[in-house]
């Protein structure tokens, strides 16, 4: 073939493949707007019931007003910061507890033989595969027996436990991906079993540990079941809170329920888009194998 006819089949393949890209390109947009378009509008109608004046809120169909920001500041001047702190607190706390019982629990599922593991690793998954429901009496009477209820220990107690399994299932994807080699290295060269956890696996599975913490702490956030059944004034949760502008669906505080709402959504929000990258990572891990 001449040269001439060469490059003209290369030139057709290339416009071939900038075409398929183009049309994947557009793909992903009107992919991405119709996710977008189904998502969002719930949570823009939240925002806007939020800055709706009070006049206005019987009028459903009115969604243009001139915005008003005092239920915000009745927020930012009444008690319900305490709840929003407990929350941030128990939930930032159980995820770490979570992460660090999690890692060395996928650390054992990982590197470790030993008889029973896969029947071990499917009774730690269990649980998860419960209604939550059911476990809420004993639940709460263990609490009462140990005098925790109403504390923020409870909480925490109770966040660490109900993800650990969400966070092995993690660990365990991430630490299967690190290369034995490494190990063997390092054990090879006379380092103890906590050296090499410490000092190769966990900076490997950095992401890993990232995505896991993320995960835990979002689903402690929007936990609102046993933080109901187990705190009292003391240790209320936001989420929990939320319930008392609830007073049947025809006495509905409208205007002061979309501003809580707003309150403990944005932090997520913030959240899951600060470490996008580590979250979308840690949840394909595993998909593609070489």
């Known amino acids: ?12 393949g290339r416009g071939r493949v900038a075409h398929v890209g183009r049309k994947t390109r557009w793909g992903h947009v009107l992919g991405t707007v119709f996710v977008l378009a189904w998502t969002l509008p719930p949570f823009l109608y939240l925002i806007l019931l939020s800055v709706k004046p009070e006049p206005l809120m019987v009028e459903r169909s009115v969604l243009i007003f001139w915005p008003t ?5 009745d927020v930012v001047i009444s008690n319900f910061g305490a709840p929003i702190w407990t929350s ?4 930032t706390t159980g995820a770490l507890f979570t992460l660090i ?18 029947a071990l690793f499917l009774l730690i998954l269990l649980p ?3 209604p939550p429901v059911t476990t809420l009496i004993p639940i709460q009477l263990t609490m009462k027996t140990l005098g925790l209820l109403d504390t923020r220990t ?8 109900f993800q650990i399994p969400l966070a092995i299932w993690v660990m365990r994807t991430f630490f299967d991906e690190i290369p034995r080699e490494l190990v063997e290295s390092a054990a090879l060269d006379g380092a103890s079993l906590p ?18 913490f993320i995960l835990s702490f979002i689903f402690n956030w929007n936990e609102f079941l046993f933080p109901l059944v187990v705190t009292g004034l003391n240790a209320k949760t936001g989420s929990v809170v939320l319930m008392s502008f609830d007073t049947g669906y025809k006495k509905l505080q ?5 501003v809580l709402g707003v309150v403990m959504t944005v932090p997520v929000i913030l959240f899951v888009l600060s470490f996008r990258a580590a979250l979308v990572r840690g949840l394909t891990a595993g998909a593609l194998k070489s």
């Open 88 to 91: 941030l607190v128990t939930s």
């Open 254 to 258: 409208y205007g002061s329920l979309a």
């Open 69 to 73: 920001f005092e239920r915000y500041r």
């Open 1 to 12: 073939m001449s040269e001439v006819g060469s490059d003209a089949v290369s030139s057709g």
């Open 195 to 212: 050296t090499i956890v410490t000092r190769v696996v966990l900076p490997l599975a950095g992401p890993g540990l990232l995505t896991a």
């Open 154 to 161: 409870a909480l925490i107690i109770l966040f660490t436990g």
């Open 128 to 130: 998860r595969m419960f």
């Open 101 to 118: 019982l999690a890692s060395l629990a996928g650390v054992t599922f990982s590197f470790l033989d030993f008889r029973g593991k896969a």
